[in-house]
């Protein structure tokens, strides 16, 4: 008995421990040292390279659309770690609903990272970051709903 409670506890601890970690990777990347001003000291150097002779201003737009798309990489990853925490849970009902628990887990710490960074002078908290961050994890619910959906029913993909 003692056996099988260490064992369930620590399926839970690898289930979670994985999202739990990459929450917090999120809230880390949505303080100050986050901000464009700080992504800057890299990414600019880095498109300067790429594109030597391009004028500073759309250097600049270049670096607003790589953090607009970091918004949905980083929502997409997170959530698959929800959707695999979640179609791995020890309740049916989770596992059932996996894809619902998994996008509204994801847009919960989306709207709440953008009412966070409200707070914060040098981050803003936008309605339009929360919807790239919730098109990622549609996104990525929506990519694995498809692949179980072929890998459950033996199908070739299109």
């Known amino acids: 008995m003692a056996f099988s409670t260490k064992s369930n506890n ?7 421990a994985p999202l739990i970690l990459w929450v917090g990777v999120i809230f880390f990347a949505s303080s100050t040292a986050g901000s464009m001003n700080h992504t800057s000291r890299f990414i600019r150097p880095f498109l300067e390279w790429i ?7 759309m250097i600049t737009i270049y670096h607003g659309y790589i953090r607009k798309a970091a918004h949905f990489v980083e929502y997409a990853i997170l959530a698959f770690l929800a959707s695999r925490a979640f179609w791995t849970s020890s ?3 989770v596992q059932k ?5 998994a996008f509204a887990f994801a847009a919960a ?8 960074q409200s707070f914060n002078a040098q981050r803003t908290g936008t309605v339009y970051d929360v919807m790239i961050d919730c098109a990622g994890a549609a996104f990525m619910v929506a990519a694995l709903s498809i692949w179980f959906y072929f890998a459950r029913t033996g199908s070739k993909q299109p």
């Open 10 to 16: 620590w399926r839970r601890v690898v289930r979670y």
């Open 51 to 57: 594109f030597p002779n391009t004028p500073a201003e």
């Open 91 to 93: 309740r049916s009902f």
């Open 97 to 101: 609903y996996w894809q619902i628990f």
């Open 109 to 116: 710490v989306a709207s709440f990272d953008e009412y966070n």
